[in-house]
């Protein structure tokens, strides 16, 4: 069966171009997001790892560790780092996993036989350091994805999951955000959310950021 948001992210051993990765001690107590890409020496999947390699320090503010994956060997990810290195102006600073046998691909059904029976399309998950699933998005092959977007989604779920609030459309850190539905206690409303907040709805209720200082923390 495939795997579901709020899941417990499958654990695996597999090598990868920095050893051999047993999965849930390699993410410790860090947020993870792993990450396919069909195959080695292809442009979109080159840009989209130097993009990820030069997005180390905003990962790092958010303690995040990012893993990537292809079915090619760890020969040909060490040689593509080179090239990725080189073309895009980076330092790769995080493993990628050689799934020839295909273990970690079929744990998270990442091989899209309708699509491509035998590379892995553009799969990316977040797991939290509970080790569940807290997003999966799926691109295809000849689109490569926005890490603007993971981050944005990355700063949502830690700020929901320390606050009763959640994000609307389009938003990123420092906007406006809505009181849960489910918080109706306007004592503790008044605690949780000092700065007050404007009733657009009876159900729809914006307050600011309770994250006040989205600059570095
Ligand atoms: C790419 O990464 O550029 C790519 C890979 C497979 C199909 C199309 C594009």
New binding site residues.
């Given amino acids: 069966m495939s795997l579901r948001l709020g899941d417990t992210a499958p654990d695996f051993e597999q090598d990868s171009s920095e050893g051999r990765i047993r999965f849930h001690e390699w993410l410790g107590d860090s947020w993870g997001i792993l990450f396919s890409?069909?195959?080695d020496f292809?442009?979109?999947?080159?840009?989209?790892l130097g993009l990820t390699a030069k997005l180390k320090d905003e990962f790092a503010k958010r303690n995040v560790k990012a893993i990537a994956l292809s079915v090619d060997d760890v020969e040909s990810h060490k040689r593509w780092i080179n090239d990725i290195n080189e073309t895009q102006g980076c330092t790769v600073n995080f493993p990628i996993l050689a799934d020839g046998d295909r273990t970690v691909s079929t744990l998270y059904d990442m091989i899209h036989p309708n699509a491509?029976d035998s590379?892995t399309v553009r799969s990316l998950f977040v797991i939290d350091p509970n080790k569940k699933v807290r997003l999966m998005i799926t691109y295809?092959?000849?689109t490569?994805r926005n890490f603007n977007e993971v981050l944005r989604v990355v700063d949502s779920l830690q700020l929901t999951d320390d606050h009763k609030v959640a994000t609307p459309g389009n938003w990123t850190a420092g906007d406006d955000v809505v009181i849960v539905p489910s918080l109706q206690d306007e004592e503790e409303i008044q605690k949780r959310f000092p700065k007050g907040y404007k009733a657009v709805r009876p159900y729809l209720r914006m307050t600011p950021d309770p994250k006040a200082n989205w600059s570095g923390d």
Avoid: I, N
């Fill in positions: 890409h069909p195959a292809t442009p979109v999947c080159t840009t989209e491509d590379m295809p092959a000849s490569g």
